[in-house]
Nanobody, 124 residues
């Protein structure tokens, strides 16, 4: 079992930045590909970003490419999502997830473990 918990969400104005963190516990963190998803009210949970086990590969949804950056610190069992140039349409609950193998860009059903989520609200 892997336990995940996100932090760092909040309210920010359009054009601003937030940094989300996801702390993991349980099985060795470095064994897992880590991903970020988001879900807006009334919408499906969508892929945002993913990072490979040793950080050599990342993948991003087209909607966030160039604005969001994911990174990880295996020594701290933590993955991060730096979000810059935020837009109102980025408003959602953000979730981190873990699975053992690449590819990162895959549907939610392919991910094994999830955090409870953190709310990000971007005001216009």
């Amino acid at each position: 079992q892997v336990q995940l918990r996100e932090s760092g969400g909040g309210l920010v104005q359009a054009g601003g930045s937030l940094r989300l963190a996801c702390a993991a516990s349980g099985r060795p963190f470095s064994n897992y590909v880590m991903g970020w998803f988001r879900q807006a009210p009334g919408k499906e949970r969508d892929f945002v970003a993913a990072i490979s086990r040793n950080s050599d590969t990342t993948d991003y949804a087209d909607s966030v490419k160039g604005r969001f950056t994911t990174s990880r610190d295996n020594a701290k069992n933590t993955v991060y999502l730096q979000m810059d140039s935020l837009k109102p349409e980025d408003t959602a609950v953000y979730y981190c997830a873990a699975k053992p193998t690449w590819p990162g860009r895959s549907t939610p059903g392919n991910w094994n473990y999830w955090g409870p989520g953190t709310q990000v609200t971007v005001s216009s």
